[in-house]
């Protein structure tokens, strides 16, 4: 399969030290403060205190964070209120598109390592709690109405939420030159005018992530096309490395990163050198091979060994995996 450079929609709309979606702690495994800050007395009619929102008190220690708890498809976070209204506690225009919204619109905004540089501006995330679900445009008043908590609790609520991966588009496949597109390890070649759906993120990762494995050359000359996208080099088809889709590669986030891979009973650990791109295909910079599918581990052949996969089912396998 064919692996290449790519990069990664909630509106999540307001950054701020205390976001409207929060946990006590950029999301990593561990998530430690990054300082402390010392409260200042408000001028007057300088805070707004709308939806029971705190006011800094003089003298007071606040942590900081510049991280937050890993996401995974079952992300607990404490629910809180806020108004991206004109004139309401959030206060300025939203961070991802510098407008406000209208407190009868679901939309949220998420502590800064969840917020993660912008990444999840005008995506979508689906909220759990009291029973039901609300999609959100990453919260006002319409996602406590839509989760039917009474107006007299609304506030603070225990929820979970998770990320919500769909098609970023498709692309016409177009039909590789002859001596193009290298059918090694069974890898698809485009067909022409076939659509073929793109994506520029994955499922949500947890300690146990669902995928597809598949087999990969990393050499050169092989199906993998040119060097690795983490350090420009070729790896031997002995050597347990893997490519991720788009949104699991993370803009190269996990490059050089170990993770682990479960399946018929055994694990191994491989180290992350590349990307599957889920966004592009169909051209010369991927072999004329279709996108990626959003659900890969794209591994060498040593994976498939250490797994104790028979040879002659190597290609195509369900597994799990998780950040080593």
């Known amino acids: 399969m064919k692996t290449g450079a790519a990069s990664v929609h909630v509106i999540l709309l307001l950054l701020v030290p205390v976001a409207s979606l929060w946990l006590d702690s950029t999301e990593g495994a561990t998530c430690r403060p990054s300082g402390r800050i010392r409260g200042e007395k408000p001028p007057p009619r300088r805070c707004n205190r709308e939806n029971d929102s705190e006011c800094c008190r003089r003298g007071r220690s606040y942590p900081t964070f510049k991280c937050s708890p890993p996401v995974s498809h079952h992300t607990k976070a404490i629910l809180t209120l806020n108004s991206f209204e004109k004139g309401g506690d959030g206060g300025g225009p939203s961070e991802c598109d ?18 993660n540089d912008r990444k999840r501006c005008h995506h979508n995330i689906t909220i759990f709690g009291n ?3 609300v999609h959100a445009v990453v919260a006002s008043q319409a996602v406590w109405k839509a989760l039917g ?14 990320d919500q991966c769909r098609p970023s588009g498709r692309i016409i496949g177009k039909k590789p030159p002859p001596g193009e597109c290298n059918q090694e390890n069974d890898s698809e070649c485009c067909v022409q005018g076939k659509a073929y759906t793109t994506f520029k993120c994955s499922p949500a990762v947890s300690s146990n992530t669902k995928a597809q494995l598949t087999l990969n050359s990393f050499e050169k000359g092989g199906d993998g096309g040119g060097p690795s996208a983490c350090d420009n080099k070729y790896h031997s088809d002995d050597t347990p490395v893997v490519a991720l889709s788009t949104g699991w590669f993370n803009n190269m986030s996990r490059c050089l ?3 682990t891979i479960s399946a018929n009973g055994r694990s191994v650990v491989a180290m992350v050198v590349d990307e599957c791109d889920s966004t592009m295909g169909c051209d010369e910079d991927h072999d004329y091979q279709p996108p990626c ?6 591994a060498s052949k040593a994976v498939w060994k250490a797994l104790g996969v028979p ?13 080593a």
Do not use: C, Y
């Open 98 to 115: 510098n407008k406000f919204h209208s407190d009868n619109t679901p939309v949220v905004a998420l502590s800064t390592g969840w917020f």
């Open 131 to 133: 029973g039901r679900r």
């Open 149 to 162: 908590v009474p107006k007299s609790h609304w506030g603070e609520l225990n929820i979970h939420w998770s």
């Open 257 to 259: 990163h170990n993770v």
């Open 293 to 298: 599918p959003n659900n890969i581990v794209d």
């Open 311 to 323: 040879h002659n089912q190597w290609g195509g396998l369900q597994i799990t995996w998780a950040d």
